[in-house]
Structures are given as C-alpha cells and as structure tokens.
C-alpha cells in the first residue's frame, strides 16, 4: 500500500476542522454531532474517526490552528515599516475585517464551551497566550525603536489589544448590521496617542507624559 503523503493528510484534518466549524457555528457545540460533521464534510464515519476520535479533539485542533494562525499573521506583519503601520494593518484584518456572522458565532461559542470543559479551557488558554506573546513582540520592538514610550507594559497592552477584538465580537453577535468602521476608526485613533514618532519613523522631540502606574512595569 503506497504511503499517504503528510500534505495530503493536513488537507484532510483542515477538511474535517472547517466541517465542523461550520456546524458548530450553526448549531452549537453539544447540540452538534459526530455524524453531522461527517456529513457536512462528505466523509464516512470511518474516514473522520481516523483523525480525531472525539468532538473534543476537533475543537483542540480548531483552537490550536486557530491561534497559530493569528501569531504567524501577527509576526509576518512585523517586517512590513513602523509600528504604526503594522498596528494600522492589524486593524483592518482583525477589526475592519470582522464581517462574517458565522466566525463570530463560533468565537461566542468556543468562550461559552471553556466554562464547561477543561481541555477546551486549555487549548484556549494555550492559543491567547501565543497570540498575546505575538503582541507584545510587537509593542516591545516599537519600543526598542524608540516609537513607543518604555513605560508602556507591553503584557498589559497586547491584552487591551486582544480585548478590543473580542468585544467587538460579541457586539457583532448582537448586532449583526452594526458598522465595524467606525469602532475600528477610533481604535486607530487610541493606538495613535501611544506613538512617540507620530507614525513616521523619527523619534519625536515631544516630552512624555507620566502614565498611570496600571500601565507601568
């Protein structure tokens, strides 16, 4: 029997994980099936069994591919010009980009499921805290640039950031027709207070201000 090649078994694993986002988004976890992801992926039981074993695990692998994808963006972003160009395109993936009813419905429901299952609990804990780091990389570069004030604490910071796009998730879950423009526009505006060279890459004269100890070291 000819050896099945590793891409063509993460094309599959993806086959399964989006099936099962795709039902899960629809119907919520508990209410979800192994058959229905079966169905909706147009696989036998047999051929979804092979690489996970329980619904549990989809949502492990959901959550794990899920993260790492969002680090790699994050870091991808680091090399493309100053700090205020990488926060601007976050943005406008992250924030402007929040449109489809269905991913946010999941997100609403991978948060409820950590309440009740610890291994979901984990893999979510474990995939905010990748994403977190990513940021803060990015906040801490800014500051070795002299872009962005030392006494900004980049953990503190990159949470605010994470925040921010988790509420508006909840918010376009409330709110299907609400205009993400405007929340993103004003985002911009609150990341702009926070660079020391206006965004054009030569360190500005003006003298810092003292901040809040919450936003110190």
């Known amino acids: 029997m000819p050896k099945v090649q590793p891409e063509y078994l993460e094309l599959r694993r993806k086959q399964i994980v989006d099936a099962a986002a795709a039902c899960f ?4 976890f508990h209410q979800t099936t192994m058959q229905d992801i079966c169905t909706e992926a147009d696989l036998s039981p ?5 690489y996970f074993r329980s619904k549990e695990e989809i949502i492990q692998a959901m959550c794990l591919r899920g993260h790492e994808e969002d680090a790699e963006t994050i870091h991808d972003l680091m090399n493309r010009g100053s700090t205020h160009e990488v ?3 976050l943005v406008h993936l992250y924030l402007e980009g929040v449109s489809d009813h269905e991913h946010c419905a ?4 991978l948060l409820g499921e950590t309440r009740r299952d610890p291994v979901v609990l984990e893999s979510v804990r474990e995939g905010l805290a990748t994403t977190k ?10 500051q070795e640039r002299g872009e962005m ?3 900004l604490n980049a953990d503190a910071l990159s949470q605010v950031m994470m925040g921010l796009y988790q509420g508006l998730i909840w918010q376009k879950v409330v709110e ?8 993103a526009q004003m985002v911009k505006t609150l990341f702009s207070s926070l660079y020391l060279d206006n965004g054009n890459g030569n360190a500005s004269a003006r003298k810092e201000v003292a901040l809040p100890s919450v936003m110190q070291h």
Do not use: K, Q
């Not at 780091?133 to 800014?142: E, G, K, Q, S």
């Not at 299907?176 to 929340?183: L, S």
């Open 133 to 142: 780091t990513a940021l803060a990389d990015i906040i801490r570069r800014a």
């Open 87 to 89: 926060m601007d395109e």
């Open 106 to 109: 999941l997100s609403i429901e």
């Open 176 to 183: 299907p027709d609400m205009d993400v423009m405007p929340y």
């Open 149 to 151: 004030s030392r006494d």
């Open 25 to 28: 988004a629809r119907s919520g």
């Open 46 to 50: 047999g051929a979804v069994y092979r």
